[in-house]
């Protein structure tokens, strides 16, 4: 009893403070431990440099205030649209660019503050950078007092372009040494490979992105995620579905063990003579002590001589206890027809081909009225 009304009062305290409850998804402890170490070698280099090019000017800052808010995003969420090289680069510039016109043609700082940053949003629409920064470097160029109204156009290109030019730059650097990806890239559509006016397999069933455009459209929402970038999330999401139903099947209950291989050294022609005499379509290539290296498919060596290694390919591999459902994916990308089932010393405790998975799944379909 005690416990359950410690659950309520629990319950009750957390619906009470849920605005100030973070709600970025994917956001954990280490990333932003990772985003506080890059904001602060992108601001103090950026000051640094700046220092180093324009000396200690007593007219114009060294760093701008919205650079603080661009790390933020660059750092913290460097998947985001706004984040991205051009919307950082593009949009303070411009921005800052639109505050001073707007400082020197509307005598009233109350309309001049309301058109800048209005103008600010407008401008940066149309050149598809839109970056929140970019209003504060607006209302920067606006009241940011004498100096820097002194300064007229040259403020948006030195300090904000520039300020602007190596945080983005430096922002590379630091994510490519902490191997994140930046800028950020969607993955490229599913495509058919097979030369055909047919749709992808994968995109077949389920919903397609003019799905995601429509229900975009009836929520009137906008959303800081690419639609590329949600219709992965969306498939991902169904793949997590299918494996919390049926994650108890695992590679191991559906793989081949009886696998047929061929040396790294051994000749193609044994290779094409295994592939053809076993009605198989990949064959894992194996090294000295046995541990798998690659695989060979008669595209490889339809009309190839040599040894066997001088034609591999890169395997997919999997685990034994790794949810067959998983293999999806892999299995439908229309290049890979087998995955390896591996150890941690990569030798080979089996292979589950598209057949072997398409009998896994008829297993779960109920059979027809």
Aim: proline residues 7%; glycine residues 10%.
């Amino acid at each position: 009893m005690i416990k359950n009304k410690f659950v309520a009062h629990w319950l009750a305290q957390k619906r009470r403070f849920r605005l100030f409850v973070p709600i970025l998804a994917g956001a954990r402890l280490g990333e932003r431990m990772v985003a506080c170490v890059g904001a602060l070698l992108g601001i103090a280099l950026t000051a640094l440099i700046c220092r180093y090019v324009l000396g200690q000017s007593p007219s114009l800052p060294l760093v701008v205030a919205p650079l603080g808010a661009s790390a933020v995003l660059l750092f913290a969420v460097p998947s985001s649209p706004l984040a991205q090289p051009w919307p950082i680069i593009g949009g303070n510039t411009i921005s800052a660019l639109i505050g001073v016109i707007v400082a020197r043609t509307v005598p009233d700082q109350i309309l001049a503050i309301g058109f800048g940053v209005s103008l600010a949003i407008a401008a940066m629409s149309f050149a598809r950078c839109l970056h929140p920064p970019g209003g504060a470097a607006a209302l920067t160029a606006i009241i940011g007092g004498p100096a820097i109204t002194g300064s007229g156009f040259v403020f948006p290109f030195v300090p904000v372009g520039l300020n602007s030019v190596l945080l983005v730059g430096l922002g590379l650097l630091f994510h490519r040494l902490a191997r994140r990806a930046y800028p950020h890239a969607p993955s490229p559509a599913p495509a058919n490979l097979h030369q055909t006016s047919d749709v992808p397999p994968e995109l077949r069933v389920g919903f397609r992105m003019a799905d995601i455009d429509k229900a975009l459209e009836a929520l009137h929402e906008t959303y800081d995620i690419s639609a590329d970038d949600l219709e992965k999330l969306l498939r991902q999401v169904e793949l997590q579905a299918m494996l919390r139903s049926h994650g108890s099947v695992r590679c191991g209950d559906v793989m081949s063990r009886d696998v047929v291989t061929i040396g790294l050294r051994d000749d193609v022609r044994l290779a094409r003579s295994r592939l053809l005499n076993h009605n198989v379509r990949t064959l894992p290539v194996v090294g000295e002590q046995g541990q798998l290296v690659g695989t060979i498919g008669l595209r490889e060596i339809v009309d190839a001589t040599g040894d066997v290694g001088a034609r591999l390919s890169p395997a997919a591999t999997a685990s034994i206890g790794m949810p067959a459902f998983a293999l999806i994916p892999t299995l439908t990308d229309g290049k890979t027809h087998a995955v390896i089932i591996i150890d941690r010393h990569r030798m080979i405790q089996g292979l589950v081909t598209q057949t072997d998975l398409l009998g896994a799944i008829a297993k779960l379909v109920p059979p027809a009225a």
